[in-house]
């Protein structure tokens, strides 16, 4: 699944936010929630659900702390984290490696040897605290959202963007909203910002960076500012300092040019608070399962709005007005699309905009569209002499795994992709494959239950040993020799395992032939040499995007421009979200655990019952885990990453999350940027293939490609970051996560 802000609709805000009617809480008395409910009760009809922050905050704190149904909701989070891959890697990093250690499992325990001792004051402050624990494994797909965070928001009236004069020269922080007024031809300067609540800009906003998900520093910078690629798909992606935290009740700013701003903050009160007075009335209607109004009214996306019009022959939105021009060709929901730059000294530069690797809907006919389209642009810019290619996957959060190997094998048909991964061992693991195993092998069964035994290998394909290949591209021979286990970094994983491409069943999309294979065995030439594509990213790629980048780095030699982050004359990650290559909701687990009874009972009504002593029993009836986590329509808001991407030729097998890689070239973002996409591309074909653009310090590290990966000295692990990589100034500890703030989702 793409990178969707769960709240991102019910937050939204417009630059006018600050003047949004509000009650103000100096006139209403009582517990904190029925403030909130008198307060959005002298509001109008046509006003949004908006409290001053503190008043919402307030409320979140007065839900007492659910002792016992905390201590069981953690020892039920750990068996569901045991589908985790990383968390020996997290406590024990390898060299390179950016962030802090941290104790997942411990810090879990901690938490709940804290509610024993009565040290927590109210149950927001608990759920605040598990989340805030898996948010310091900066993995995208590593997430618990609670309840609470489905009820509640925090947003700030403004936005902010980080703005180069040039490019290259450092840049300021300014208010996203005056950008855009010059760029609508407003007169007037905008001025920098200078500090923020009192702190030095640069600082704040890195701090309150840490409250996302991203392993880079970089990147998690970038996440606090709009989108340009991600809005282009409709999507409100305002960033996380507009919409996160609670921080106060106000923010000011005072800039450059000596001005002050004191701008109130507000509460987004995304469920209905009817008949909310007190605490325990919060706790009753929105913390009891998922009939629960929090948990069956989760907050609309521009993603869900988008594949809603699809879906309901309704008109395919057209790219919004970010400065995004005609395109050759894109794709009706806006996944994939094609552009040229008709600009005198760019005649031969084509653009491939991706800023999703999966079409929203979701639907079999979208997802050949996306194919086609590709297959149609790549078509059309070879034959109008394009030479140069733009890959640009700003803002791509990920998607369907295939559609990333497909991208690449149109890039370059010749090449068999590698695409290598791994899974936690661990006993339901085990348990689930040998009883899936036991199925696939069951002749009698196959022959009488055909329709059955398809649904059955769908899904569970991951665990047919029969359905993957080996790292050498070979069949597995058991189930065994698939699961292994495999002792690595004091820790057990299955054996290595790559897609057969030959097998639909193999992958997610068995209507679907990858170019190459199958149904698609017909392949044109490379459409454009290595050294003329560049990757332009802004860190925020992760999952899907990932694997598809690695192919472009590893096999395709293809490097990359990361534009924006911190301002610093020094490389930057081009990606700094997860690079699993799977991930699995706990609505799925619960799901492969619910049905493995029913393959257990295909062998005997004994052994089904032998699971109800094991760790499955726990994961199929959890008996208050899946009361308290929200619900994004009927999935759960919570994940695990639950197998590791790992490197051609790296004997360590270190998950590529572990893995430092600069980019070949770091450029800012300037004003015109922000308002016109054909500036940002210009910017990066003069870097790539033009004279100068880049930040100073920003290019030849030594783990990218430009800098020697390849040059037989540094070819197979390089992990060491450069030494400027990390921010001059000093960042404060971790923040404490406000579950309400916006935490993205991937698949």
Known sequence: MRATSLLLAAGAASASAMTTTTSSPSTITGEPCAVVSASLAALGPSDRPLVPAEVGYNCLNSV??????DIQQIEELKAYLQWQTTFTYLSNPPAGYTEKPVDILGGLDSISQKVKSGGYSSEWAVQSDISSLLNQAYDNHLAFLSDMSFVIAFERAFSLVSISKDGVALPELYIYEDIIKTQ??????PSAINTINGQNATSYVSNQALQTTYHDADTRFNAMFPNQALMSTGENSLGTFRIGNY?????????????????????VVVQSFDGVDSGEAFFSKFCQGPGSSAATTAAPSAASSTAAASSTGGQAPTPSPTGYPEPVVIHSELAIGGYFINETGFEDVAVLSIPLFEPPSGKQDAILEYQSVLREFLASATSSGKTRLIVDTRGNGGGNIILGFEIFKQLFPSIAPFGASRFHAHSAFELIGAALADVVNNETYIHENGADFLSDVENFSFFDYQLLLDI??????TFEDYYGPHIIHDDNYTSVWRYNFSNALSTSY??????????????TAQPFKSENIVLLQDGFCSSTCTIFSELMKEQGRVESIAIGGLPVNAPMQAIGGTKGSMTLTFTNIQQLAQQSFQLAAVQSEKMAEMLNSTIINTLAYPQQLLNRVAYNGAAAAAQVNAADNLRNGDASETPLEFVYEAADCKVFYTAEMVGNVEETWKAAATAQWGKGGCVPGSTDAPSSISGGVYNGTNSTNPTQPHTNAAPAWG?????????????????
């Open 731 to 747: 960042v404060p500890g971790l923040l404490v996560v406000a579950a309400g703030a916006v935490i993205a989702l991937f698949l």
């Open 247 to 267: 921080d106060g009740p106000s923010t000011t700013f005072v800039f450059s040019n000596g001005s002050t701003l004191d701008s109130p903050n507000s509460a």
């Open 472 to 477: 050498n591209n070979q069949d597995f021979k």
């Open 184 to 189: 609508n031809g407003e007169k007037f300067t």
């Open 510 to 523: 068995p209507f679907f032939s990858l170019t190459g294979y199958i149904n698609e065995t017909k392949v």
């Open 64 to 69: 007492k702390v659910d002792v016992a149904g």
